[in-house]
């Protein structure tokens, strides 16, 4: 029997879930200190709502399928989508509405590096709030997300489509819409392409070098937001006065950092308005790390106009790639060993303990030696020991040593518990 995996698919070794956990529970904790609801939506969809964000071309890219019924179904290739259709369908919530998700996607891409066909992401959205607030909000978060896991160097990337249409159309005459698009596609590929592997492309659809040349200096256009809105004005763009709000409330709320570039423009059948990336400036082989804006006609086309929102999404599998890859720091995990067979009962009573707290325990093996104990807990990345001694069970002291650093300090007996709750 052939044991190997569907192309894309790959088994999540103890290590690497372990590395998806904290990055989960840091989601959750700061989706909660921001005030979102934590919900799934489910994972199959009508063919009809997946094609409502990109259009018939999606088929190609996701799972799609007819079920036995003869329905028309797709496996979910983002968050956003089922999100914004429940959203849509239930009339009776108050907006405001901020919602976040995390769970497992598909999409038929080709596999390549930080690339998979099955893979997990977070995700927040606001509903009802077309304020540039709202669009801080989801920066905010993510910024402070990213702060939380860990990541040490990374940077905050925001454009705005509506200013680079105003110039192309503005400063640059471009009346026809059709050819206003496809410069903007071609600005969205800037960062994976050269400008004469852009004019070779584009040439063909009306765009001239001159004209694209003319486009990627501005789109060349990044920097500090203060810098970057001078330069705005300077050129006359009325539409980049969301930028110059979306800077004073960044500045408010202590972030650091951030950069406006004009070659972020994102989905453009898709986002409306302000747009941002994340990138590991150590890492920028990762591509973004998670990526949103504001994406107004995703509800219109279900029908409620009335909801305008903006969100973003993670790639979990690439932030931690970005955090090292390997297994999660845990602070809390013990290795009860003992030093004569007699007291593994004694010990098991402590392993027992330690788990009903919650904390993850393990006890030596019976029949092993100390010092084999003691390399089971090293190999198993235990980063604490508990040592088990008949003199330490007389003195009421059990001896604790730390794994990474050798170093050891003593705990009572009925202490160890509460030496590692939170």
């Not at 983002?78 to 959203?87: I, N």
């Not at 305008?308 to 999404?313: C, I, L, S, V, Y």
């Amino acid at each position: 029997m052939d044991l190997s995996q569907p192309r894309g698919i790959r088994d999540i070794g103890p290590d690497e879930f372990d590395l998806h956990l904290k990055i989960r529970r840091a989601f959750e904790d700061v989706a909660r200190a921001y005030n979102f609801r934590l919900m799934e939506p489910g994972p199959l969809e009508s063919l009809a709502i997946l094609r409502a964000k990109s259009g018939a071309q999606v088929d190609e890219q996701i799972y799609a399928f007819k079920d036995k019924g003869g329905r028309d179904l797709g496996l979910r290739f983002d968050l956003t989508v089922g999100m914004t259709r429940g959203v849509s369908s239930n009339k009776g919530v108050k907006p405001p509405i901020k919602l976040a998700s995390y769970g497992g996607v598909w999409r038929y891409d080709e596999p390549q590096h930080a690339r998979y066909r099955w893979f997990y992401q977070w995700d927040v959205e606001i509903f009802g709030d077309n304020g540039v607030e709202s669009d801080a909000e989801v920066m905010d978060l993510c910024y402070n997300l990213f702060k939380k896991v860990g990541l040490q160097d990374f940077s905050l990337e925001i454009g705005d489509r509506r200013v680079v249409e105003e110039y192309v159309r503005k400063s640059m005459g471009v009346a026809s819409d059709e050819k206003a698009l496809e410069m903007m596609r071609a600005l969205d590929k800037v960062q994976k392409k050269t400008e004469e592997e852009l004019v070779e492309e584009y040439s063909g659809k009306g765009v001239g070098r001159e004209a694209l040349s003319e486009l990627l200096r501005f789109g060349r256009t990044r920097g500090p937001p203060d810098a970057v809105c001078a330069r705005l004005d300077e050129l006359g763009l009325s539409s980049a006065g969301g930028l110059a709000s979306l800077r004073d409330s960044l500045r408010s709320r202590g972030i650091q950092g951030a950069e406006y570039n004009l070659s972020i423009v994102r989905g453009l059948d898709y986002y409306t308005g302000i747009v941002f990336e994340v990138v590991d400036r150590r890492r920028p082989d990762l591509g973004s790390l998670c990526g949103g804006g504001r994406y107004d006609a995703l509800p219109k086309l279900f029908g409620r106009p009335d909801l305008p929102a903006t969100g973003a999404a993670g790639g979990v599998e690439r932030i931690a790639l970005s955090l090292g890859g390997g297994a999660a720091a845990d602070t809390e995990s013990v290795y009860v060993a003992y030093t004569e067979p007699a007291l593994a009962d004694k010990s098991l009573q402590m392993v027992s303990a330690l788990r009903g707290a919650g904390i993850r325990s393990e006890l030596g093996a019976r029949g092993r030696s100390l010092g084999k104990q003691l390399e089971d807990a090293s190999s198993r990345r235990f980063s604490w020991v508990a040592i088990v001694g008949r003199r330490e069970l007389e003195s009421g002291q059990l001896v604790l040593r730390n794994m990474r650093t050798r170093e050891e300090e003593k705990v009572p007996v009925d202490g160890l518990v509460a030496r590692f709750e939170r």
